[in-house]
């Protein structure tokens, strides 16, 4: 009809767009550069939800975070029916209020974890948290840096040892090794498993209950083998229960003297409200424990030595004086490049933040990741430095955000629901790099084999989460 | 530092405590906080592992192609999926979604204002009567000889019939209702149609959205000073009410033409594409009211509703928490093979459907099977007093079977361009699922 020409015309336009109406394929840009969503008529950028299930933004998320911070500090995904906070002082604030902000949302992690204190707040959150946290903190955990270390000099030694392996390369005066497969993604969960109590002849098995728990998480494609890899863990963690009831079990330091009651032992004397605690409990605990200790220290020990390697004058003076400032390394590397990205929450109440008006019951995803770049706090915040002075790199603190003027980085959360394994993560990747350091002559990025970025020259960024592979190679003589 | 976040109940504070050893500590924490106690809900179990399906795949443009397969492996395999992906809960059979549909106690849909943030902005004023009458008016008074308009503007033996007719009929009397001449008829729709889109997610539509509610803001303040008196004018019974520009804005936002638009659509293409179907209807208007609701069941335009949680609730198996999103299919319920027999077929004169809305119920009395509810909910007062004009839902309904009846009447030899395979799909994930592009010779 002739009156309404121009509205067919954009009709037609609209039904012959190439733009798909869903998921769509997103170029690949220049890291610190974005994808052009757009602007409004003042000029600022629009922001399409779809990039974040994209690949550009897995390799590349810290100028979408920018805009977000600047442009949306509480952006409404209605895709994904997710507000985003961003900036740092808002997250900070969010975690601290565990009456208004209080739990990740149900059911996310009892997928496979089970029931853990994740979904609890308050007195009952504590309580839990409190039941295993405490073993890994101050004196208990002093108690068992020597068995980490320990540890880590075994893996160490026997990588050094292999050859003819995929990731361990001889080639007669040097050798090449990726670090992930030959230590890094493993020693965590022995860590753990040793930290719990589990016989040393689990721990192979231990491996495959943590990778598929994680691989499982969230509804993914997985999910069923997580759920199986869960019920395994329970059958094995079940006989091991009944035999730690009727058989206390000891950690021992090295020269074999008791240095205290192993976790599992100490799960199955607690009481909490005059019960003892259920097998499914501890055991949902233990899942816990196992899917929070490995990925995150994996993560932060492959990050941190890829981007040391790529500063070799921090990393020379690192080596200059290593008790001081692996520290410093460790905390830069969680602030620059967390492996862990943030933590979701619901609110409690009706929520007004920069304008924006939150309904109660709203999935509110808390950015640590943004928070870390948030150049309202770190100068500069893409930039790698282990001796910048706007960070508090000192030892982990236990409910701040912020002490002597500066402030710490978000990797492991902030408030009630801090982290509890953030001391132990801190000390196994520590320890484990200190000794790697030592250990290796002439220790070095291996280029050729590191993943490239799409000029085919750069090395990938870590993006999201941790480089997938880190190939180093080190002098033999 | 400032003081961003403030909560309904909690303490809005923006006071630091810094402690004897330089930690900061926000005083609203200081000393501890309130809690809130958990049912703790049990864990899945191995049998319930989701791995056939992917939230991913559900905002994909392989969904906004075409749901139907995706939405079947919900209905058949998990019919409350837990979607962490979109942070919703999908209800996809039949029972599942007329028992949501009917629970307002438990669940709220949220207006187009809401998903716009200007809560506030105007009212809603569809359901006052005296807007209902002069909506019902318009449509009894105007959907024939708007239909007739728009077939004399067709090229002289062919046409698009979802460009030309599906799309274009909801406008016109859109334009009648709100005293729109047809010199201003298209600015008018192109406004009004990036205003309906800009309600969802793409950041593009939500821009030009809002520029678009702004401009009909404008476009109606005059013309709320100098209504008609006609009683099929909407607008003019907005005034008679005191309503704002504002208002007028609000009530056409939240009625959309989309519904009409898609039904229209989607009822050709099914009649068009399947051998016979055509021929049911052309003698009897009473079998193209049938073919509509058959249409409406086998196709409906909107693929989902959303429904919030008001409060923690449990269904189905699964503790939904306050706020929490459900995304009802009636597409996917429509196609229940539990309900309805060889449910994937269009049958325009299918037996095991209501013909008639249900007196408040989704299954009428007598009949051995549930209405389709393409359209959205019924109305809340079946019985139709003698004061209360039929229901929006129902006036949908009666328009598109008047227009679909006097274009077979018109064009008896109307058929599909030889060749031509048409489709239905979203434009965009959330918005209208219909048949774009028809082709017809006549």
């Avoid at chain 1, 953030?422 to 250990?439: F, N």
């Avoid at chain 2, 799309?167 to 990036?194: C, H, K, N, S």
Wanted: net charge negative.
């Amino acid at each position: 009809m002739d009156v309404l020409r121009d509205y067919a015309n954009e009709l037609d336009a609209e039904v012959h767009s190439t733009d798909p109406g869903g998921t769509i394929t997103f170029p690949l840009m220049p890291v610190g550069q974005t994808v052009d969503m757009g602007h409004d008529t003042r000029g600022k950028p629009l922001f399409d939800p779809r990039i974040f299930s994209s690949r550009e933004f897995f390799r590349n998320p810290y100028p979408y975070y920018r805009i977000l911070r600047d442009h949306y500090p509480v952006y409404h995904d209605k895709l994904h029916n997710t507000y985003y906070i961003t900036r740092y002082e808002d997250v900070w604030r969010c975690y601290f209020d565990d009456e208004g902000f209080n739990t990740i949302p149900k059911g996310s992690s009892s997928g496979v974890l089970g029931n853990t204190q994740l979904e609890l707040s308050g007195i009952e959150h504590r309580r839990r948290r409190n039941l295993y946290g405490q073993h890994l903190v101050g004196r208990s955990l002093d108690l068992r840096v020597p068995s980490i270390q320990r540890l880590a000099r075994d893996m160490i030694r026997d990588w050094d040892n292999q050859t003819d392996t995929p990731w361990v390369i001889d080639e007669g005066k040097k050798r090449i090794v990726e670090l992930g497969m030959a230590f890094a993604n493993e020693f965590p969960v022995r860590v753990v498993c040793e930290v719990l109590g589990f016989p040393s002849e689990a721990q192979k098995q231990f491996y495959y209950w943590y990778n598929s728990m994680m691989s499982g998480l969230g509804g993914s494609l997985t999910h069923k083998q997580g759920l199986e890899a869960r019920q395994s863990l329970e059958d094995y963690v079940q006989d091991l229960v009944e035999e730690r009831r009727r058989k206390p079990s000891f950690l021992k330091d090295e020269d074999g003297k008791i240095i205290g009651k192993d976790i599992i032992t100490k799960l199955c004397e607690t009481k909490v409200d005059g019960d003892y605690l259920s097998t499914e409990e501890i055991t949902s605990n233990i899942a816990l424990v196992v899917a929070a200790g490995g990925e995150t220290t994996r993560g932060a020990i492959i990050n941190m030595w890829y981007l040391l390697l790529q500063h070799p004058d921090q990393f020379a003076a690192l080596c200059a004086n290593p008790d001081e400032t692996w520290d410093r390394a460790f905390h830069e590397t969680l602030r620059n490049s967390s492996p862990i990205g943030g933590q979701p929450r619901h609110n409690t109440f009706d929520v007004n933040m920069h304008g924006m008006h939150v309904p109660a019951g709203s999935l509110m995803q808390m950015v640590d990741f943004s928070a870390n770049h948030d150049d309202r706090v770190f100068k500069d915040p893409e930039k790698f430095d282990i001796f910048r002075d706007d960070l508090y790199s000192g030892k982990l603190l236990r409910s701040g955000f912020m002490k002597e003027g500066r402030c710490s980085h978000m990797a492991f959360g902030v408030g009630p629901h801090l982290c509890p394994g953030a001391w132990i993560s801190h000390q196994e990747a520590v320890e484990g790099s200190r000794i790697l350091q030592r250990t290796l002559k002439n220790i070095r990025l291996c280029t050729e084999r590191m993943p490239k970025d799409i000029d085919g020259v750069s090395l990938a960024p870590i993006g999201i989460v941790r480089v997938p592979q880190l190939w180093l190679e080190y002098d033999r003589e | 530092m400032n003081a961003p976040v403030t909560t309904g109940d909690a303490p809005a504070t923006d006071d630091v405590v810094i402690g004897d050893n330089g930690v900061a500590i926000p005083r609203f924490n200081h000393g501890g906080t309130g809690w809130r106690s958990y049912e703790v809900h049990q864990r899945e179990r191995v049998g319930e592992s989701t791995e056939k399906i992917n939230g991913a795949q559900l905002a994909s443009a392989e969904y906004a192609a075409d749901p139907y397969p995706l939405l079947a492996i919900l209905r058949e395999n998990y019919p409350c999926y837990r979607d962490w992906i979109n942070n919703c809960y999908w209800i996809t059979r039949y029972d599942d979604v007329t028992s949501i549909f009917t629970d307002e106690a438990n669940f709220e849909n949220r207006s187009k204002l809401w998903y716009y943030g200007i809560e506030g902005f105007g009212r809603d004023l569809r359901e006052e009567l005296p807007v209902l009458w002069a909506w019902s008016k318009a449509m009894d008074a105007f959907a024939e000889t708007d239909t007739q308009r728009l077939i004399e503007g067709f090229r002289k033996g062919v046409t698009d019939l979802a460009r030309d007719f599906a799309a274009q009929l909801p406008i016109l009397l859109l334009g009648r209702m709100f005293e729109v001449p047809d010199t201003e008829l298209a600015p008018f729709a192109i406004r009004y149609r990036r205003a309906q889109r800009g309600v969802l997610w793409h950041p593009t539509a939500q821009e030009t959205g809002k520029g678009a509610l702004l401009e009909l803001l404008q476009y109606f303040e005059p013309k709320l000073r100098q209504v008609g008196n006609s009683d099929t004018s909407v607008l003019a019974a907005i005034a008679g009410l005191g309503g704002t520009a504002a208002d007028v804005v609000t009530t056409l936002l939240e009625a959309d033409h989309e519904t009409l638009h898609g039904a229209l659509g989607n009822l050709w293409m099914n009649l068009l594409s399947q051998p016979g179907a055509l021929h049911v209807v052309k003698s009897d208007r009473l079998a193209m009211k049938i073919a509509y609701l058959e249409a409406m069941r086998h196709s409906p335009p909107v693929i989902t509703s959303e429904r919030f949680a008001r409060h923690e609730v449990e269904r189905f198996g699964k503790l939904i928490p306050e706020g929490g999103l459900l995304r009802v299919s009636a597409l996917a319920a429509n196609r229940d093979p539990r309900i309805f027999n060889d449910s994937d077929q269009f049958i325009a004169d299918r037996r095991d459907i209501c013909h008639r809305e249900a007196r408040g119920h989704y299954r009428a009395d007598g009949l051995p099977q549930g209405i389709a509810f393409g359209m959205g909910r019924p109305t809340r007062h079946p019985a139709v007093p003698e004061d209360r004009p039929r229901s929006l839902y129902a006036l949908t309904r009666d328009t598109a079977v008047t227009a679909s009846w006097t274009l077979a009447q018109k064009l008896p030899g109307i058929a599909l361009e030889p060749g031509f395979v048409p489709t239905m799909r979203c434009l965009r994930i959330g918005e209208v699922f219909t048949c774009w592009q028809l082709p017809v010779a006549y």
